[in-house]
């Protein structure tokens, strides 16, 4: 009895010693919960952060300490804590503030490089779909086919085309297309309306459990608004036919559950000869309830559609003979339209025992239909060299996961394991030869592609002291099914194949403000299906392995910065080209570089901002000076300085530059770099009412846009030319707008 009596006083010391733990939850003034805001307790040093529901607990903490609490954009709360609070959850309402880099708080339970983006769209918001992707340090978008089309995408050393190699979501819902009729991963982000947008989560390399197919360079997740803080009206003007109308509508706000409707129309001419008739309409509404502080779910329904002409890209040659102009077109009758349907469900639950559950399902119906010339008259010199790319989906899937908090001794565990699945059903895949955009000459191919990523994981993060271990392990299976429309015996070809993707981290924190990071990793991404099967199920699933060894540190009050090295390394893989419906060996490829960037506050409404980048990349099979991977960036640079809440002004200038790049693999036609700037000035003429002028390429830079290393042939030509084709960028022109909230 003594033994025991001891031993429970002994215990009842430790308990006592090692404090309780508190909940709670961060809400704005608007009642909506504050992700990835801080906890932290001033007398046992303890922290903690809040997730989706802005819910938070914080152990070692007792009665008489002091928890400070802060979140980007919101001013401190501190909070001396008494006996009562410890019998109930805290609700903290925090008050909206002018945006204080001090305030930034460096984690090992927040993606650190997340917190750049946060603090960029803060100072920054975006104002266009096309500006969306470029809130990602290092990343590089171009359009080349009339503004209608997705752009292409520059990332670590990769031209990843329209998106082979990052992985795109919004609401956990994905963007990349598998087996798209214009190229593999194809991500068309133009159905979200950029002022909808509540968050940007992104990281670069393979290295995180929960991101599966297409994230070797990285992965990029928007979150959307739950609710607006005010209606908008939003119009716009400006040169070469740009009309922009914005509609942002609460439809219920109350306490416990909110909805809104969001409306976009979108005109735009261009600076071609041939006008773009560019158009575009999109309407997104969401819906979202919390029945208690522990749950919440959301309904979200968009639609988009879009229109447009295309001058296509141009061979230098033209230019220089004075056949056409910058702004002209050999074939003017390129262009297309597209369509997408969404609906999406999501579930937040935080369980009783301290785990979280969350689930997303969703279903999009999509339609796609492209007109390109990229030879002119080099197969055909009578009717030119025009195709046709069509196809139309139902893509639906599920994402569910499951995680806990642990306390193993002095550590601290979480545990996450998730699955999935994802079904792509295309119907009548097509590439086809086309004169006018009306005759079909010859189908290429034509066919229905079935395709299913099933996928499971398991991630785990322990730490201890100021160390973190971040371990994962993914699992995916896929099947492959297409059957050729073009073949006089059916035959629907199968082909199934799995992949293992470990993932291994170090995080060091000396303190709050600085973060030293190792970070290594297995990715992959699939292959198109009518690729898989062409190849016998051979090298259909390329792995990436990568390493990143970095920091991410704050200066004082008024400084962060970033930095790191790292390394990729691709397996050989088997690329459909669908441009011309054939399969292109790449064989095996390595990207090395290092990424640095800076955010520095000058005073309470000054910003700077840039992210450089430099990038080698070469392919290991080929031989020394025909080794070069054409359009791989190497040099990129991007920021610029932002004023925000200078009494009744705000804008900004911004900047973005590409060195020369190899055009092809022995570097002997080399594809331009440029160096552009755009401006933009906002005036609150009354409370509710702003005027706004933008201007796009401030000192008119004559710069391409896209460019490629193509061979084709003109009409007069009697043979064909390798040479640079490009897209011309915008030259300067003015956008104004008018903003209306109540």
Sequence with gaps: MRTYLISLCISLIAFDLAGQEISGTLVSSENTPLEGAYVFNQNSSTHAHTNENGYFTIRDTRPGDTLKMGALGYQKVVLPLNERQFSERLTIVMEEAALQLNEVVIQPEINALSVLAEIDLKVQPVGSSQEILQKVPGLFIGQHAGGGKAEQLFLRGFDIDHGTDIAISVDNMPVNMVSHAHGQGYSDLHFVIPEILQSVDFDKGPYHADKGNFATAGYVGFRTRDH????????????????????????????????????????FDGPFESSQNFSRINLFGKYTISQDRDSRFSATVSHFTSNWDASGQIPQRAVDQGLISRFGAIDDTEGGTTSRSNLNFEYFKALGDGG????????????????????????DPE???????????????????????LQWGTADADLTLGSGFRTDLIRDNELSKTANRREIRERIQLGDVEETNLYGYLDARVQWDRFTLLTGLRLDHFEFGYVNALSNVYKNQRAVKTVVSPKLSLLYNPSNNWQLFLKSGIGFHSNDSRVVLGQNNREILPKAYG???GTIFR????????????????????????????????????????????????????????????????????VDGNDYIPLAPGITLAGGLSAVGLKKWSGGIRYRFLGDRPANEDNSIVAEGYLVFDSNVNYELLPDLTLGISVQ????????????????RLRQETEAVEEIHFTPGAPFYLQGRIRYTF
Excluded: C, H, M
Excluded at 231 to 242: A, I, K, L, R
Excluded at 244 to 252: A, E
Excluded at 563 to 573: D, F, H, R, S, V
């Design 228 to 267: 607006l803080d005010k209606n908008t009206v939003q119009v716009e003007y400006g040169d070469f036919g740009w009309n922009r109308n914005l509609g942002l509508f609460n439809i219920v706000d109350e306490k416990l559950q909110k909805a809104y409707i969001a409306t976009e129309f979108l005109r």
């Design 356 to 379: 979280i559950f969350k689930t997303n399902v969703f279903w999009s119906q999509y339609d796609f239909e492209l007109f390109s010339n990229f030879t002119f008259f080099l197969e």
């Design 383 to 405: 009717n030119g060299d025009q195709i046709a790319q069509r196809e139309s989906r139902d893509l639906f899937g599920l994402n569910s996961s499951w995680n806990k908090n």
């Design 547 to 549: 390493v990143d060894a």
């Design 555 to 622: 200066s004082g009050t008024q400084w962060v910065f970033n930095a790191a090295l790292w390394y990729l390394y691709l397996e050989q893989e088997f690329v459909y080209v669908g441009d011309a419906g054939i399969v292109e060996p790449s064989g095996r490829s390595e990207r090395q570089g290092i990424d640095l960037g800076v955010r520095y506050q000058i005073n309470d409404w000054l910003y700077f901002n840039s992210d450089l980048t430099y990038s080698r990349a070469r392919s290991i099979d080929a």
């Design 697 to 712: 390429n401030l000192f008119n830079t004559e710069w391409n846009e896209t460019q490629f290393a193509t061979t084709s």
